[in-house]
């Protein structure tokens, strides 16, 4: 069975840090890109970053850059985000996704679809 | 503001068919950027509805469509069920911005 399960929030304080991780079974990670979307509390979807088939690209929106790390781990088939420098406006559910193996790309971002979803990590940046 | 907008809300009785508009620009839909369209049953995460603009992944049933015109999108249902009660967000590319972006979502109610 093909899914993408997630582990890692929880409650930070500003200024923090916290480490995501998104396993998958059914498929091969590194076969994949792989994204990182966001939902804030009852607000819409917002990308946040990805990571090529290869590795060798990654992408970041402007709102996390210089603060969230993208990575694969090989051997446990799974994808992490380390977040540094948290603020209370990167409260939301933290999602995992994937792309195709080899989609179409612009200026090396993808533009397939997102076709399977993790199940979602709450994290909460307060004091 | 999303960069895509979406309707905050529609409705429609069952069996009834409502339409859902994704209105981008010339820098992602009127660009010729695919439209991919998600459903968010309350308290999940999103599930691919249609992709490519036009398309159903295999298990969604053909209640659904999508077409695109223009800058802009629409996601159709037809036959509206209960089940059919969620948030739906569309999703395509934005050149000036160098972004996957999404539309604000749409919540539809079943009455």
């Known amino acids: 069975q093909v899914q993408l399960v997630e582990s890692g929030g929880g409650l930070v304080k500003p200024g923090g840090s916290l480490r995501l991780s998104c396993t998958a079974s059914g498929f091969t990670v590194s076969g994949y890109y792989m994204s990182w979307i966001r939902q804030a509390p009852g607000k819409g979807l917002e990308w946040v970053s990805y990571?090529?088939?290869?590795?060798?690209?990654?992408y970041y929106a402007d709102s996390v850059k210089g603060r969230f790390t993208i990575s694969r781990d090989y051997a446990r088939n799974s994808l992490s985000l380390q977040m540094n420098s948290l603020r209370p406006e990167d409260t939301a559910i933290y999602y995992c996704a994937r792309v195709s193996p080899e989609p179409a790309v612009v200026n090396g971002l993808p533009l397939d679809a997102f076709d399977i979803w993790g199940q979602g990590s709450m994290v909460t940046v307060s004091s | 503001q999303s960069v895509l907008t979406q309707p905050p809300s529609v409705s429609g009785a069952p069996g009834q068919r409502v339409t859902i508009s994704c209105t981008g620009s010339s820098s992602n839909i009127g660009a010729g950027y695919d439209v991919h369209w998600y459903q968010q049953l309350p308290g999940t995460a999103p599930n691919l509805l249609i992709y490519?603009?036009?398309n159903r992944p295999s298990g969604v049933p053909d209640r659904f469509s999508g077409s695109k015109s223009g800058t802009s999108a629409s996601l159709a249902i037809t036959g509206l069920q209960a089940e059919d009660e969620a948030d739906y967000y569309c999703q395509s590319f934005d050149i000036s911005l160098a972004d996957s972006v999404f539309g604000g979502g749409t919540k539809l109610t079943v009455l």
């Open positions: 990571i090529s088939s290869g590795g060798g690209s990654i």
């Open positions: 490519d603009n036009n």
